[in-house]
């Protein structure tokens, strides 16, 4: 990943899940919002992306830059069970097969994704205990640079 980027991981991961059509922006009245970072009380079926550790590959002897992929965590959150893991495992399955120089716009920044490493299988948290909803998450890594 050169350089710096504009925005962060997650509001990229965000933007990807809604251009693919696996969520939506939370600001329409759609099913399955994604937020980042913080999640409303309602809907009961929502996806949220949070920025996590990612892998630093060091720098590169030539020129030294710095390479490295970021990481990101989605969250899916759901009142049924098997609704929920149906959607976390749609999302792992198109994070796996449909990203290749995948380009993404967010405000006035362009990125290229090249891909997205899953960092291991999806967790199944089990029932959150105050509410009742499912949780699922899963963990990946980008490797993306920002192209405008």
């Not at 309602?42 to 550790?53: A, E, G, L, M, R």
């Not at 299988?121 to 405008?148: C, H, K, M, V, Y």
């Amino acid at each position: 990943m050169p350089g710096l980027l504009t925005h962060s991981p997650s509001d990229i991961a965000r933007e990807l899940l809604i251009d693919l059509g696996l969520g939506t922006d939370p600001d329409s009245v759609d099913s399955w919002p994604v937020y980042i970072k913080t999640e409303p009380d309602q809907p009961d079926n929502t996806i949220t992306v949070n920025d996590t550790p990612g892998i630093d590959h060091g720098r590169v002897m030539i020129d030294g830059e710095r390479q490295e992929n970021p990481g990101v965590q989605i969250r899916v959150r759901s009142k049924v069970a098997s609704t929920g893991r149906t959607k976390i495992d749609t999302i792992a399955y198109n994070l796996d097969t449909a990203i290749l120089k995948t380009t993404v716009a967010f405000d006035s920044a362009t990125y290229e994704i090249q891909s997205i490493s899953r960092s291991g299988q999806i967790n199944d948290l089990g029932r959150d205990p105050d509410s009742g909803r499912n949780l699922f998450t899963l963990n990946a890594t980008i490797n993306l640079r920002e192209t405008t």
